[in-house]
């Protein structure tokens, strides 16, 4: 028999997290979902309230959890620039305040922690594409830098801890995700595209459409932070985990359109100041440590994607 687990899971009613409560749920652990609902929703775990191994808490991760658990996924933060520049000192209080907190209950309780850390504390790299051990080049005074660097001293706090407190961590740095369950109005070039086009309104595409983005989609994702998770406990990251596979936003707008048979147009802007030509992880670390490479592609993520907003964006309200 499979050992089973009392999981904790930070930001749990969000995007990635309400995938990975369904994923642990189905492995057969108790799942305990802690959210804020700043941007996740209880929408995103509605089928999952009633599982006599689920259960939801309304908390914010600023303040102190006590629980008994063994393992803690901590996910929870705005991702989002929109979302979180809304209220960036709270997004820094998040990621610094919430690492510090989760922590400091790992360390009472002896649990392993994951920590959902991402691409962005490269910043705008020098490097195409980014290892693990690249530093990054990150303006520790801009309007990104609550998110940046509130994650980078999150990825600090967590090798504090385990170099001094010998707490067992797995610190993931995540790169461009979709799939169902994003935020419509979030700003990201996914749900842009995917609700531009079923609305018919014309696909917002900036320069010529040449700068390349790679994306996973999210049961992919989830599966490598499992793997990772589970891994031995001398891999402790960072580690990348992201799609390397490159499509042209504009290979991006026109799949968009033609999936959803919409009629929609392509309207080109200007280019804004600091967007990068080329984003792409460099995840020969997750493939040889943890045999994991995405394996849904593109079209087929699309697909499931359009499938979810042209299911639920009435729900969705502005
Ligand atoms: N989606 C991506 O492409 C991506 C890329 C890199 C890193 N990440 C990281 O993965 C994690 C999940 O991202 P997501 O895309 O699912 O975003 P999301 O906004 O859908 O999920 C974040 C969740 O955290 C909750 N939350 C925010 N502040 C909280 C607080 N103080 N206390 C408790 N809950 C709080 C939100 O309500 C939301 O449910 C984040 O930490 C994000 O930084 C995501």
């Given at each position: ?38 941007t ?25 959890l ?8 901590n996910?929870?933060c705005?991702?989002?620039p ?37 691409s ?5 790299p ?12 990150v303006?520790?005074?801009?309007p990104?830098s ?104 504009l290979q991006?707008?026109?799949?968009v ?33 943890l ?28």
């Amino acid at each position: 028999m499979k050992d089973v687990k009392r999981i904790l899971i930070t930001g749990g009613a969000g995007f990635i997290g309400s995938h990975l409560c369904e994923k642990l749920l189905g492995d057969g652990h108790e799942i305990l979902c802690v959210d804020n609902c700043f941007t996740g929703t209880k929408m995103h775990i509605r089928h999952l309230l009633h599982h006599p191994r689920f259960e939801f808490i309304r908390h914010d991760i600023t303040f102190p959890l006590y629980v008994e658990v063994d393992e803690i996924y901590n996910l929870a933060c705005p991702a989002s620039p929109i979302h979180y520049q809304f209220e960036p000192v709270q997004t820094t209080k998040t990621s610094v305040h919430g690492a510090i907190n989760m922590l400091g209950l790992a360390k009472r309780v002896r649990a392993k922690i994951f920590q959902a850390s991402t691409s962005e504390v490269y910043g705008d790299p020098e490097l195409h594409p980014q290892p693990e051990t690249y530093w990054g080049n990150v303006n520790p005074i801009g309007p990104r830098s609550c998110y940046d660097e509130g994650k980078r001293c999150a990825e600090t706090l967590f090798f504090d801890y385990h170099r001094k407190h010998r707490l067992k961590i797995k610190v993931a740095r995540i790169f461009n995700t979709y799939g169902p369950r994003m935020h419509p109005n979030d700003g990201r070039v996914v749900s842009n595209f995917v609700v531009q086009a079923l609305k018919g309104e014309p696909l917002t595409v900036y320069g010529d459409g040449g700068q390349t983005r790679s994306f996973c989609y999210i049961e992919d994702l989830v599966e490598g932070i499992v793997r990772f998770m589970n891994s031995d406990s001398e891999l402790t990251g960072p580690l990348n985990l992201g799609n390397p596979v490159e499509n042209s936003i504009l290979q991006l707008a026109e799949a968009v359109i033609s999936l959803t048979g919409s009629s929609s147009q392509i309207n080109y802007q200007s280019l804004p100041v600091d967007d990068p030509r080329q984003r792409k992880p460099d995840i020969s670390l997750a493939v040889s440590k943890l045999d994991w490479e995405p394996k849904v592609a593109l079209e087929q993520g699309l697909i499931r994607t359009i499938e979810y907003f042209r299911a639920n964006l009435s729900n969705h309200t502005e």
